[in-house]
Structures are given as structure tokens and as C-alpha cells.
């Protein structure tokens, strides 16, 4: 039976593109997504280029109800974190929007994956976090220096994830930072 993988915000364009290489690679990809970015509609092309179905729970990341049921309703293994709010000039007009999204919903999701025992995460940051480096040549180590508030956030929840990893050794962790994705199937 292939493993489970929890990917939120599933049905938007990088986590869609997530679920079929999940599925393509022979894991069994479970959406969760409120659809403020996408469509439900999404889902029947997620099956098609998948090749499998593929459940949808429509459900904000910051309902600790819906992620309780996902994990119990699915037996999930791991999950990949898209979830969120990502305009960096929106969230110069919204930061409460942006921390609470991206930072609350994330600190739900791990809430609800340690009820759960679900220790392996791969967390979709963003390239915002270095700021305006001037060095294109970024690692790792380069010093992570947001300049705006989605940023800010992208930060905080890297920061937290590595206290939570320090501090529980059951917890696998991988943090991700996308510059500016395109494409298309």
C-alpha cells in the first residue's frame, strides 16, 4: 500500500504540481486546501495527470477540526506544507492576514500532526527570506534577511520549525525555498 502524503494547499500551483509527482512516484497524495487560490474544479485534472484519485478536503490549515479528521479519516505519513497566503504586496496592506495564515496555520498543522504522531514535514518557504541579497550566489548560510512581511513570515515559521526539530528529535524536517516557479503540464 503506498504511503500517505498530507499536501496542503494541494490544489494550488505548486502544490498541485506536488500531488502528481507524489502519485507519479507511487505515494498517495491527500489534498487539503480552501480553495481561495484555486478551484475545486483542480481535482479532476490532479487525477487525470495523476493517474489515481486523489482526495480533496476542502478546509482552511488553521481548522484544528478538518486537520484532526484528515489525519484521522487518512492514514497520513508525512506532509508537505504549501498552505498559505504568498503576495508580497498584499501583505504589506494585510500582515495580520499573512501571520495568521502562514505562521498560525502552520503552528496548527504541527499541533494536530504531533496528536497525530506524524513527525515528517516538508515545509514550502520562499526565497523572500533572503531579502534584497545582493549575491546571487545564495546558500543555505547566506543570512536569511527578509525585507517585507511575507517574508517575515516565511522566516518565522523556518525558525520555529528548526526549534521544534532541535528540541524533539522524532521530528524529520525539510524546508524548501522556491524562487519564482512556473511552468505547466
Avoid at 76 to 93: K, N
Wanted: hydrophobic fraction near 45%; glycine fraction near 8%; aromatic fraction near 6%.
Amino acid at each position: 500500500m503506498p504511503e500517505t502524503v498530507l499536501v496542503t494547499g494541494g490544489a494550488g500551483f505548486l502544490g498541485s504540481h506536488i500531488v502528481v509527482e507524489l502519485a507519479r512516484n507511487g505515494f498517495a497524495p491527500v489534498v487539503l486546501d480552501n480553495f481561495s487560490n484555486s478551484t475545486p474544479a483542480i481535482r479532476s485534472r490532479l487525477e487525470a495527470l495523476a493517474g489515481r484519485p486523489v482526495p480533496c478536503i476542502t478546509a482552511d490549515v488553521r481548522d484544528l477540526a478538518a486537520l484532526r479528521a484528515a489525519f484521522h479519516d487518512h492514514p497520513i505519513a508525512a506532509v508537505v506544507h504549501c498552505a498559505g497566503l504568498e503576495s508580497v504586496a498584499e501583505s504589506e496592506a494585510r500582515p495580520l492576514a499573512y501571520y495568521d495564515v502562514n505562521v498560525g496555520g502552520t503552528l496548527s498543522l504541527i499541533e494536530v500532526m504531533g496528536e497525530a504522531g506524524v513527525a515528517t514535514l516538508v515545509f514550502s518557504s520562499a526565497a523572500s527570506v533572503y531579502g534584497d541579497a545582493t549575491d546571487l550566489k545564495l546558500t543555505e548560510e547566506t543570512p536569511l534577511q527578509p525585507v517585507n512581511v511575507y517574508g517575515r513570515t516565511k522566516r518565522v515559521v523556518e525558525d520555529f520549525l528548526r526549534d521544534l526539530a532541535k528540541a524533539n528529535a522524532n521530528w524529520r524536517i525539510a524546508i524548501v525555498r522556491k524562487f519564482n516557479a512556473a511552468g505547466a503540464h
